[in-house]
């Protein structure tokens, strides 16, 4: 909410925007970003001697509007014409100069230099009104504004060649400007002091990067080779558009207040309606154009934001080496599709199944799904190989419980990955050339991103180095090709790679939960766990890190045929955060009821 006006900021009805440095009361942290800018004046213009020595010998740089605009007329009579029309409001002045330039001879310039002319010159004269807003808190501010803004227009004009880059920023920064027709209609709030006090600053920021960069032969040469970093001028572009928005904001606001006003007089005074109609609609017109424009600009930039995040995550997905997604694994269909065809239906009547009834009624998922905390739920239990279509299907009788979890999920519009480890007719057909621990935490991974790539943006070059790192290849076939390894060392290959293989999946998380404001879980389903091709126990030390972790708000449902004894021995996991229930095993229909499993915590 925008600010109270206060009295003291209006003299004789016009607003005082910054009181003079010498008088009392002068808003001296509402200036901190223009003195900031103010003091690297001197280090600029060091950065900079030897090119103006160069270009101007000793002539000094313009430290003033009127200076800049003869400096403009130097380069382009016919722009200092129509400045002289449009802009300046000093014909005479102008026009004596004008036809003295025309028989005299003006410097050549070239199309695109005389485009960014033009920019320029449209550009100062939106910029003009902020810089004014400055000097009222000291001339220093109006000349280092000027100053800057000279330097920049001899460099580019000198400088830049067959660049349009800068005419095209300047021209989309000069139509962010609120196009109003006096700059003292936006009263001077705090916030709205501040916001301008920003502005000042950016312009004048961009402004020297431009023009160092410009006199950078280095710089300009790797961008001509097509694939630069990314520049520092079109970032503080950015950030210009981005408060200048806010000034368009807090002037709706207080323009709003203004109408407010108007209509007040109206009825106090007895104004003509017809004056007061017209002066409100006038108003209206001017905020409603101003939204349009900043509402445009942000739909633009979302996109160009969007775009981007899909060619990142490309890019990743390559260095994932992920060739195509989802594969059968991470497709919940085509795993229900099996799961179908795993189980006769005319054995429906003689055995217990799993339904979404039935993973409801269990008072430990209840439990899971409705904790404020991260956590782990393991469901675990033998299936009757008699329930099976036929014996050569090898599915557990529990595996549906995860696609039901994932309904649950898609009804309530919760975030999730979902994994199943025996997407086959048989345990072993998976088609994979890697460990299926790692192809599982992989895809989790690669899920996350695709529903939020913007995750990039921030998390792209520390992603990329956890895969790049020798840990994350440990188990690669390539790296075990003709090696015996002892027992013992297979085992800490298991774990370290294991481990390089979770902080991936780790990483996306935290970021997830940073961005997250409503502080909502992340949901990972994994079906088959105990097929991971190692000891489920080194699997769920991760898990268990996972969910200690106060960076990260995931909560986890695991599901575990224990056909085989050793299972027993893994799931005897003592956490607060992990809730097992064993001995889920299915037995001849109507027994359910007179055999629980067993629930542990």
């Known amino acids: 909410m925008a600010s109270k006006i206060p009295m003291e900021a209006i003299e ?5 925007w910054f009181e003079d440095p010498r008088k009392a009361g002068a808003n001296e942290q ?8 103010v003091r690297g004046r001197d280090q600029f213009k060091q950065s900079l001697q030897g090119f103006l020595k160069k270009s101007r ?55 695109i230099a005389q485009e960014f002319i033009n920019s320029f010159s449209e550009f100062l004269g939106v910029y003009s009104g902020i810089v004014n807003i400055m000097k009222g808190a000291g001339q220093i501010y109006g000349e280092v504004a000027y100053e800057t803004l000279s330097v920049l227009f001899i460099v580019v004009v000198n400088k830049s060649g067959n660049d349009s880059g800068m005419a095209d920023l300047l021209q989309e920064m000069r139509k962010s400007f609120p196009r109003l027709d006096d700059w003292t209609l936006i009263y001077p709030t705090p916030s ?27 710089t300009r040469f790797w961008k001509a080779l097509g694939n630069p970093p990314a520049m520092g001028i079109e970032k503080t572009a950015s950030v210009i558009h981005s408060k200048l928005a806010e000034v368009t904001s807090e002037a709706m606001v207080n323009l709003h207040k203004r109408n407010q006003q108007i209509q007040l007089t109206v009825e106090e005074s007895k104004i003509t309606l017809e004056e007061s109609h017209s002066t409100i609609q006038r108003l209206e017109s001017m905020l409603e154009e101003a939204r349009l424009e900043n509402e445009k600009y942000r739909q633009q930039e979302e996109l160009e ?12 997905k390559g260095i994932l080496e992920i060739i195509s997604y989802p594969t059968a694994p991470s497709n919940p269909d085509i795993c229900a599709h099996m799961l179908t065809k795993a189980f006769d239906c005319h054995k429906k009547n003689h055995y217990q199944y799993m339904t979404r009834t039935l993973l409801e009624s269990l008072p430990t998922y209840k439990s899971w799904f409705a904790s404020s905390e991260s956590s782990v739920l393991l469901l675990a239990g033998e299936t009757n190989t008699n329930a099976r279509a036929g014996r050569g299907y090898t599915h557990s009788w529990l595996s549906p419980a995860t696609l039901f979890a994932v309904d649950i999920l898609r009804e309530n519009d919760e975030r999730g990955a979902y994994y199943c480890c025996h997407p086959g007719a048989r345990t072993d057909d998976n088609d994979l ?71 991936l999946l780790r990483e996306i998380l935290e970021e997830l939960k940073e961005e997250n404001d409503e502080g909502k879980f992340t949901y990972l389903i994994i079906d088959r766990m105990d097929l991971v091709e190692m000891k489920v126990s080194y699997f769920m030390d991760e898990l268990v890190k996972l969910v200690r972790n106060e960076n990260v708000r995931v909560k986890i449902l695991a599901v575990l045929d224990t056909v085989r004894g050793e299972w027993d021995e893994d799931l005897g996991v003592v956490d607060a955060r992990v809730l097992v229930v064993q001995g889920l095993d299915q037995k001849p229909a109507g027994t359910f009821g007179h055999a629980s499993p ?4």
């Open 598 to 601: 067993i629930e542990d915590k």
């Open 433 to 503: 050339d890697t460990y299926l621990a790692k192809d599982l935490l992989i895809k989790l991974s690669y899920k996350l991103l695709e529903s939020q790539p913007k995750v990039l943006r921030r998390k792209m070059a520390q992603l990329q180095s956890i895969v790049t790192q020798p840990f994350w290849t440990l188990l690669d076939p390539q790296k075990l090709e003709n090696r015996r390894l002892e027992s013992w060392e297979l085992k800490e290959r298991q774990r370290s790679a294991l481990a390089s293989w979770f902080s």
């Open 12 to 16: 004789e009805g016009k607003p005082v």
């Open 305 to 316: 934001k969007e775009n981007e995040d899909k060619q990142r995550l490309e890019t990743f």
């Open 192 to 218: 709205m002091k501040q916001v301008v006090a920003e502005v000042y600053k950016e312009v004048i920021t961009f402004a020297r990067d431009a023009s160092v960069y410009f006199t950078r032969f280095r």
């Open 30 to 37: 509402l200036l901190k970003p223009a003195k900031d800018v």
């Open 57 to 111: 010998g000793n002539a000094d740089t313009p430290k003033t509007k009127e200076d800049l605009e003869k400096e403009i007329a130097k380069y382009d009579y016919s722009n200092l014409k129509n400045e002289a029309v449009n802009i300046l409001n000093a014909a005479a002045r102008v026009n004596s100069t004008y036809n003295r330039e025309r028989q005299e001879g003006r410097k050549k310039v070239g199309r």
